[in-house]
T-cell receptor, first 115, second 115 residues
Framework: NAGVTQTPKFQVLKTGQSMTLQCAQDMNHNSMYWYRQDPGMGLRLIYYSASEGTTDKGEVPNGYNVSRLNKREFSLRLESAAPSQTSVYFC??????????????FGPGTRLTVL | DQQVKQNSPSLSVQEGRISILNCDYTNSMFDYFLWYKKYPAEGPTFLISISSIKDKNEDGRFTVFLNKSAKHLSLHIVPSQPGDSAVYFCAASAAGGTSYGKLTFGQGTILTVHP
C-alpha cells in the first residue's frame, strides 16, 4: 500500500506558466483534499472532493482548479501561476464515512516555487 | 480570521518530561478536534482526536484534553522522547452544513525534545 502519492515532488515555474499537480490514493477512500502550507499559516484547504464526481471550494480556491478523475485520483491545476502560489501543496484522502471525525491521510507534498 | 490558533510557535522540553501543546478555537460549531504531527519533508500524520462530547482522550503517551467552555484544547505527551521532535498541528472539523469533513488547521507548534 503506497497510501497517498503526489507528483512531482519539486517544481519551479515562471509567472504565467501552467501546471497540474497529481495525486492518487490506493486506500479506496471516498474523500480527497488539496491543501497548501505557508510559513506561519498552517495548512489551508484549497479544494476538496467529498466523493467521486463532486468537488467544492475550500478556504483559498482562487487561482486553482481541480478534477476528480476517478475515485483514486484528484488533480490540482494552476492555470497561470503567480509568485503568491509559491508554497508546499499537500493532497489528502479520508474514508468519508464519519465526516467530522474522519482521519485524513496525507501525501508527502509538492514544493512549488513560482519565479 | 484564524478560527484555530496555536499561540506558541515553539516549545522546548527535556527528554522524559511532559510536553504540553495548546490550541484555542473560536468557532463553536466545531465538533471534532484532531492533532497531527509533521516531520520535515513529509506530510502530516494523524496522532489523536477527540469528539466535543468528551473532555479527554488517551492513547499511550498522548492525551488530549478539551475544555469546551474555554474553547481550548491541549495535547500532553508523557514522557517526551527525542523522536517526538516535530511540528504539531491542531485541527478542527464541524459535522454539519458546508463544513462537513473539512479541517481547519492551526499554525503549528515546533516541539524540540532534548536528550
Amino acid at each position: 500500500n503506497a497510501g497517498v502519492t503526489q507528483t512531482p515532488k519539486f517544481q519551479v515555474l515562471k509567472t504565467g506558466q501552467s501546471m497540474t499537480l497529481q495525486c492518487a490514493q490506493d486506500m479506496n477512500h471516498n474523500s480527497m483534499y488539496w491543501y497548501r502550507q505557508d510559513p506561519g499559516m498552517g495548512l489551508r484547504l484549497i479544494y476538496y472532493s467529498a466523493s467521486e464526481g463532486t468537488t467544492d471550494k475550500g478556504e483559498v480556491p482562487n487561482g486553482y482548479n481541480v478534477s476528480r478523475l476517478n475515485k483514486r485520483e484528484f488533480s490540482l491545476r494552476l492555470e497561470s501561476a503567480a509568485p503568491s502560489q509559491t508554497s508546499v501543496y499537500f493532497c489528502a484522502s479520508s474514508d468519508g464515512r464519519q465526516g467530522a471525525g474522519d482521519e485524513q491521510f496525507f501525501g508527502p507534498g509538492t514544493r512549488l516555487t513560482v519565479l | 480570521d484564524q478560527q484555530v490558533k496555536q499561540n506558541s510557535p515553539s516549545l522546548s522540553v527535556q527528554e522524559g518530561r511532559i510536553s504540553i501543546l495548546n490550541c484555542d478555537y473560536t468557532n463553536s460549531m466545531f465538533d471534532y478536534f484532531l492533532w497531527y504531527k509533521k516531520y520535515p519533508a513529509e506530510g502530516p500524520t494523524f496522532l489523536i482526536s477527540i469528539s466535543s462530547i468528551k473532555d479527554k482522550n488517551e492513547d499511550g503517551r498522548f492525551t488530549v484534553f478539551l475544555n469546551k467552555s474555554a474553547k481550548h484544547l491541549s495535547l500532553h505527551i508523557v514522557p517526551s522522547q527525542p523522536g517526538d521532535s516535530a511540528v504539531y498541528f491542531c485541527a478542527a472539523s464541524a459535522a454539519g452544513g458546508t463544513s462537513y469533513g473539512k479541517l481547519t488547521f492551526g499554525q503549528g507548534t515546533i516541539l524540540t525534545v532534548h536528550p
